[in-house]
């Protein structure tokens, strides 16, 4: 079990680039979470894909934001013409479905600057 | 609508001593509530988590919590601190869809 991964660890870009991360679940984990953390404070939820279909998007996922989970197994968050206040470490978790065994299992994250 | 409070930003505590973090929950129904800590340029890890049953709950390195349902409460707890475990603590009852609604966090300092 490799657990979670996230590519890249670092991403620095200016104002009004576009943006990709990649986030790798644990094999058969069939829940997906992506989470937005800024400086000081705690993640905030923004979207949960179970297997391929996206269930829910938080409203801070505004229209330049997408995510996607083709086929179910990885997922890609991408952000569009980004502002400095996307700034933010970007967080990737995955836990099977069901049961009490649904315990979010984290990546390392993503950390965006936007200059 | 769901709320987390952890009242103290900061926690600090001689090695050896007791530690506590303390959590206060508003949500609707019977959550699951989990606790999890970060470490600097790391994710965050997974210590314990309460299902239903003892209120008294065991999880990784030591820790354990309280569930207090006439309070709303989920303190996090540990008999006797090491320095290692200075880090960031975040209190997250779960809602719906399995998502996590985190705490503003609780950062723990554990002195020699």
């Known amino acids: 079990d490799t657990g979670v991964s996230q590519d890249p660890r670092h991403k620095i870009t200016k104002r009004g680039q576009n943006v990709t991360f990649r986030c790798d679940p644990i094999?058969?984990?069939?829940?997906l979470y992506w989470y937005r953390q800024t400086l000081g404070q705690g993640p905030e939820f923004l979207t949960y894909?179970?297997?391929?279909?996206?269930?829910?998007k938080s409203r801070l996922l505004s229209d330049r934001f997408s995510a996607e989970r083709p086929k179910g197994s990885f997922s890609t968050l991408e952000i569009q013409r980004t502002e400095q206040g996307d700034s933010a470490m970007y967080l990737c978790?995955?836990?099977?479905?069901?049961?009490?065994?649904?315990?979010?299992?984290f990546g390392p994250g993503t950390r965006l600057t936007v200059l | 609508a769901q709320s987390v409070a952890q009242p103290e930003d900061q926690v600090n505590v001689a090695e050896g001593n007791p530690l506590t973090v303390k959590c206060t929950y508003s949500?609707?129904?019977?959550?699951?509530l989990f606790w999890y800590v970060q470490y600097p340029n790391r994710g965050l890890q997974f210590l314990l988590k309460?299902?239903?049953?003892?209120?008294l709950v065991k999880g990784s390195y030591g820790f354990e919590a309280e569930f207090n349902k006439s309070q709303t409460s989920f303190h996090l707890k540990k008999p006797s601190a090491l320095v290692s475990d200075s880090a960031l603590y975040f209190c997250?009852?779960?809602?719906?869809?399995?998502?996590?609604?985190f705490g503003a966090g609780t950062q723990v300092v554990v002195t020699p």
């Open positions: 894909f179970q297997n391929e279909a996206q269930l829910e």
């Open positions: 309460y299902i239903t049953g003892d209120n």
């Open positions: 949500v609707s129904g019977n959550p699951y």
């Open positions: 997250a009852p779960e809602g719906s869809w399995g998502k996590l609604q």
């Open positions: 978790a995955s836990s099977p479905l069901g049961g009490s065994t649904d315990t979010q299992y």
């Open positions: 094999s058969e984990h069939n829940r």
